[in-house]
């Protein structure tokens, strides 16, 4: 069966070092999201792929990059981790169809101390 | 942009009992919505969605949704909840630009059932 796999599932982490979050679907499918989600905002955008070599920024996109080299995946990266960086970390894809429906991780838990 | 309202941040029911959890939208074009469930340390979820066509949305679990166009309301209810249906509830909306789509998502509704 397809499926969207994130990992690492929990980390920890400290102030200022660099963290990669994976995320790799088997869907094929060309759009692909990072959501964080906190106590009392739900998910909130930040950054997402409408295909290869293709990236674009989020409403909370600040203090975060991703790639896409390929469809399968869209790694997300930290590139100087922060406490307020701590959260919930989902992605998501969908087919690029007409209703948006998307398809989740299980999230991956980001602790920085 | 558009927006997605969830007017109860949490809300606690007895077990058999009804429930709705609401959520209101800002658009004033055709919209796509959704509902999405997250069990306790557990992804999203798709509960049910509206694309056209019957304002009545029915979705698994014996939930269903109304979509009222005049209300901009997509509001979320059961007849009768079960223990197994804590979890949280987000209610979406899909945003269209330059032929692209992406999902809207409201703050969540906490649903606790108690026995």
């Known amino acids: 069966d397809a499926e969207i796999t994130q990992s690492p599932r929990h980390k920890i982490t400290e102030t200022g070092r660099q963290v990669t979050l994976a995320c790799h679907q088997t869907?094929?499918?060309?759009?692909m999201f990072w959501y964080r989600q906190d106590l009392g905002h739900g998910l909130r955008l930040i950054h997402y792929?409408?295909?290869?070599?293709?990236?674009n920024k989020g409403e909370v996109s600040d203090g975060y990059s991703v790639s896409r080299s390929n469809t399968e995946d869209l790694p997300l990266t930290l590139e100087s981790a922060a406490s307020s960086q701590t959260s919930v970390y989902f992605c998501?894809?969908?087919?690029?169809?007409?209703?948006?429906?998307?398809?989740f991780g299980e999230g991956s838990r980001l602790t920085v101390l | 942009a558009q927006s997605v309202t969830q007017l109860d941040s949490q809300v606690p029911v007895f077990e058999e009992a009804p429930v709705e959890l609401r959520c209101n939208y800002s658009s004033s074009v055709s919209v796509y919505l959704f509902w999405y469930v997250q069990y306790p340390n557990q992804g999203l979820q798709l509960l049910l969605k509206y694309l056209s066509g019957s304002t009545l949305v029915k979705g698994i679990n014996g939930f269903e949704a109304e979509f009222n166009k005049s209300q901009t309301s997509f509001h979320l209810r059961k007849p009768s909840v079960h223990i197994s249906d804590t979890a949280e509830y987000f209610c979406?909306?899909?945003?269209?630009?330059?032929?692209?789509?992406?999902?809207?998502f409201g703050a969540g509704t906490r649903l606790a059932v108690h026995p």
């Open positions: 792929s409408y295909g290869v070599q293709d990236t």
């Open positions: 998501a894809s969908s087919d690029g169809g007409h209703t948006g429906e998307l398809f």
């Open positions: 869907w094929n499918h060309n759009n």
């Open positions: 979406a909306v899909s945003e269209i630009s330059g032929g692209y789509n992406k999902l809207i």
